[in-house]
């Protein structure tokens, strides 16, 4: 990094930042004088809540003018707090500033403009009024001018406002580093931001947790987090190359650009893993905003229809594919996932909800003491009665109406029944002061005591009914009388619908055979969903204004095309890389690369990202050959040691080395290292065998919820969206990564590597380490590593 003493400019630099500082220290002081006003004042409402408020409920009157007086003084309350927040986040904003005040500098002179004064333009993580509340001493780096420090180098420039399009020349640009409030390196520099800067940032070592980029964001980076066009924004990007990253600064940006009309909850993430979840959640707070609601989409699946299957999760599938030979069983399955995961099944889904219309839909009786209340039949009837051309869910509501309705009705009949008197007989007191409490309120109390009597029994029989029947009534609200298992179960028992698949008989003989097993695969999940709604009514959410979805690549088709149903009013952010398609239901990323079908091209914008910042230029190139991307992929130009490869005899060495290279690693200072291994079974046999020697060392497993530093060890296909400073991979044999549809898994492993990578393999060696050319991107290590 440059010598920021040998700037000219630094002390008058200097002297700004002191300024600065002196102000939003004032700031802060005068805030929190504010704050704690306020605080005291909602202190004193809430304290005084009841002594402000005339409470009288004599008459209607008064009771009206309780009321009135009521919300005066919560409306008074809620105003107090709002405020109080708002302070709360401002001085949240000047509290970071008061660290680093700023990262940029941007000089422009405005071509618009007689004089052609220069204006100064200083860029930080928010935005600082001068005293007269006229001018910007800092500029967030959300504001629309702002978007020129990423864009453009010194040159003519243009850039737009909601006043129009502004053009001019930008003299100068410059990056500071600012700690603490002394400037600890500043420098000039030409069209891309800091190479400088960003060698520094992404030399330095990984955390637990990411970090916000906006110091450095890239000018392809900041198309994507400015985008506010496209209905839906493809991003397609190699891995390392800052798609998470764009993603949440683009969600600060959302939130900056539409404050006051969107807020945080109406933005939603959708992750690969809930460890993922823990890894960047401080980026936005970091930034100063609240995160978005952050969700996996399996836990969106649980939620939905948790409860009615045992649902497997993706890893599940995927552990046992990986774990599968190749063989018949594997194949069929194969086809099986890829025939679900495309948007053919749902028209056959369509076609099969369809013709329930008309006949064909499964209900369950509504069963009470071992017997069908309201049988299927008397349900059919009803059902089928009703006007054909409304639709199937308004009619399965009007049909739930019907049942609600007779429940009441047979609830009456049973009354009499016997094993009510019984259960009469075994109230206790409480529900006798009740029914005659009740009966007075009523005034059916007639002082002779054998009405009295009756009308007491009939009372409690009510209520011991109303008891037991509260169950039936909360299912049929829930439509629990509508057999969807069951239906889904006779879509894989009808003739082959027209053209969908060879493979029709197989894919129906093994879906029965799993859902007679009771467990619902990933692939059938959202499927299953699918038809349930189509039937139930569509759980649309309206609120949400923005999807993200991150690692896109690993959606189906049928995924995306629900997903887009159930958020009808949102815009969507799906950010992936095809090369890193690892899950079988994903299609190897068809799902991703077919996006433009959604909402067809005048509305879907794909953005490209091809440099990779992650890893050292060493790596990059060595993971771009096992791809076959060594062309498309361009490495950030920071060096690093060569990836390395040990060649071990048998697994006791192999376990050596492993262990060999840690312990090196954690000399050298380096914080997380990970033993990347193919499976979650490999990942324990390794875990296992060197935490003796390893006390420190972490296994990861798909319930991790939290990302940490350190030693770990962890499945291949957890690892994606992470990174660590280094990687061993535990096996690179050509046991373990052989087969076309590992070659992505491979790729993924080896690129969560920052700093260093190495590989073991004991026997032959992956085929995918043997492209040509690719030889002269690592070195074998000779000798292996144990220590005799
Ligand atoms: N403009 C930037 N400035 C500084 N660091 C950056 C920038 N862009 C990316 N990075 C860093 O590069 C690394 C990879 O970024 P990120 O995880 O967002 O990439 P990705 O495309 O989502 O990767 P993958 O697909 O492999 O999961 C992170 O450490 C991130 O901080």
């Not at 919560?74 to 401002?90: D, P, V, Y």
């Amino acid at each position: 990094m440059s010598n920021t003493n040998l700037h000219p400019d630094h002390q008058e630099e200097q002297a700004r930042v002191n300024d600065i500082s002196v102000i939003i220290a004032d700031r802060i002081k005068e805030l929190e004088g504010r704050t704690g006003g306020v605080r005291g004042e909602i202190v004193d409402i809430r304290r005084n809540f009841w002594d402000d408020v005339t409470v009288n409920f004599e008459d209607s009157a008064e009771t009206a003018e309780t009321y009135a007086s009521m919300k005066q003084q919560a409306e008074l309350m809620s105003e107090r707090e709002r405020s109080f927040r708002h302070m709360e986040e401002q001085l949240g904003t000047l509290k970071r500033l008061a660290r680093s005040p700023y990262f940029g500098r941007i000089d422009l002179v405005d071509d618009g403009v007689v004089s052609s004064k220069t204006d100064s333009i200083y860029l930080g993580i928010g935005s600082l009024m001068d005293k007269s509340g006229e001018h910007y001493l800092i500029y967030d780096w959300r504001a629309p001018v702002s978007s020129l420090y990423y864009d453009y180098g010194p040159g003519p420039v243009r850039y737009e406002t909601p006043g129009g399009t502004v053009e001019g020349e930008m003299t100068l640009k410059r990056q500071f580093v600012i700690r603490n409030g002394v400037i600890r390196s500043m420098f000039d520099t030409g069209v891309t931001i800091g190479d400088e800067l960003l060698q520094e940032v992404l030399g330095a070592q990984s955390d637990a947790q990411m970090k916000s980029i906006v110091a450095t964001i890239q000018s392809e980076q900041n198309r994507i987090i400015r985008n506010e066009k496209a209905r839906l924004l493809v991003v397609q990007g190699a891995a390392g190359s800052g798609k998470t990253s764009a993603a949440l600064q683009r969600v600060a940006y959302l939130l900056y650009r539409y404050r006051g009309s969107l807020n945080a909850e109406q933005i939603v993430l959708f992750s690969p893993n809930p460890m993922f979840n823990s890894y960047i959640s401080t980026v936005l707070p970091e930034l100063g905003e609240q995160n978005m609601a952050q969700t996996t989409y399996q836990q969106y699946l649980e939620h939905r229809i948790g409860r009615d299957f045992e649902l497997e999760d993706p890893f599940t599938g995927m552990e046992r594919l990986l774990s599968e030979q190749d063989g018949e069983g594997n194949r069929i399955r194969m086809a099986n996932i890829s025939f679900k995961s495309g948007t053919s099944f749902m028209g056959v889904i369509d076609n099969y909800a369809e013709s329930l219309g008309s006949s064909g839909i499964v209900f369950s009786p509504i069963m009470f003491r071992g017997r069908a209340l309201i049988s299927k039949e008397e349900m059919e009837c009803r059902f089928y009665e009703l006007d054909p051309s409304v639709s199937i869910p308004n009619r399965i509501r009007n049909l739930a109406g019907w049942l609600l309705k007779e429940l009441t009705a047979r609830g009456k009949k049973e009354r009499k029944k016997r094993w009510v008197l019984d259960a009469i007989e075994l109230l206790d007191s409480d529900a006798y002061l009740e029914a005659y409490q009740e009966l007075k309120r009523k005034n059916k109390y007639t002082d002779q005591s054998f009405s009295d009597f009756d009308s007491e029994k009939e009372y409690l029989a009510g209520m011991v009914v109303q008891e037991k029947f509260k169950k039936l009534r909360r299912r049929t609200k829930a439509l629990k009388f509508l057999d969807i298992p069951a239906m889904y179960r006779t879509l894989f028992q009808q003739e082959s619908p027209k053209e969908v698949s060879a493979d029709w008989e197989d894919i129906c003989r093994q879906t029965l055979e799993q859902l007679d097993n009771g467990v619902m695969s990933y692939e059938d999940a959202t499927p299953y969903l699918y038809l349930k709604e189509k039937l139930e009514g569509f759980h649309t959410n309206t609120t949400v204004k923005h999807v993200f979805v991150d690692e896109a690549q690993d959606y189906s088709a049928f995924q995306y095309a629900y997903l887009k149903r159930i958020f009808p009013n949102s815009r969507f952010t799906v950010l992936g890389d095809f090369n890193q398609a690892i899950f079988a239901y994903s299609g190897t990323g068809v799902g991703f690369q077919g996006l433009e079908s959604l909402f067809g091209p005048e509305e879907t914008e794909r953005i490209e990202l091809h440099r990779s910042y992650r890893s050292t230029r060493q790596i990059v190139e060595f993971t771009s050959y096992i791809i076959g991307a060594e062309h498309d992929i361009v490495p950030f130009n920071r060096d690093g040691e060569l990836p390395s490869l040990s060649i071990v005899p048998d697994e006791e060495e192999r376990l050596a080395a492993i262990r060999e290279k840690l312990e090196e690693w954690k000399k050298r200072g380096l914080a997380s290292c990970a033993v990347i291994c193919k499976t979650a079974a490999e990942s324990k046999s390794v875990f296992e065998a060197l935490k003796p020697l390893i006390p420190e060392l972490l296994l990861v497993g798909k319930n991790t919820a939290t990302f940490e530093k350190g030693l770990l060890v962890i499945p291949s296909y957890l690892a994606k969206g992470v990174e660590f400073d280094a990687v061993v991979i535990s096996d690179a044999s050509d046991a373990a990564y052989s087969k076309e549809s590992e070659r992505k898994l491979f790729y993924t492993a080896c690129t969560r590597a920052m700093h260093a990578l190495h590989l073991i393999s004991a026997g032959k060696l992956s085929p995918f380490l043997s492209t040509s050319g690719s030889e002269s991107t690592y070195r074998v290590l000779q000798n292996p590593a144990r220590k005799q």
